[in-house]
Nanobody
């Protein structure tokens, strides 16, 4: 099992920045893909960004150019740097690890973008 704990959420004004962190309970070196998802009230959970062990990344169109995902396989951390935040980025953000066909989720961290 992989336990994930997200942190770094909060209230920020439009145009501001936040950096989310996802701490894993074990080495993420063997976890090929780590993802960030988000879920806004009344909406389905959506994939925001993903990163492979080799460093390849993907982003949802809505966050391209504003968000950056990265991982530290030594510290077992995954980050999501979020810049130029918009009110529509408001959501609970979740970290996900996919290992040997099983998906593991964190409890989420709230991000609220409001004046």
């Amino acid at each position: 099992q992989v336990q994930l704990v997200e942190s770094g959420g909060g209230l920020v004004q439009p145009g501001g920045s936040l950096r989310l962190s996802c701490a894993a309970s074990q080495s993420i070196f063997g976890i090929n893909v780590m993802d960030w998802y988000r879920q806004a009230p009344g909406k389905q959970r959506e994939l925001v960004a993903g990163i492979t062990n080799g460093g390849s990344t993907m982003y949802a169109d809505s966050v391209k150019g504003r968000f950056t995902i990265s991982r530290d396989n030594v510290k077992n951390l995954v980050y999501l740097q979020m810049n130029s935040l918009k009110p529509e980025d408001t959501a609970v953000y979740y970290c996900k690890a996919t290992k040997q066909g099983s998906a593991y989720w964190g409890q989420g961290t709230q991000v609220t973008v409001s004046p």
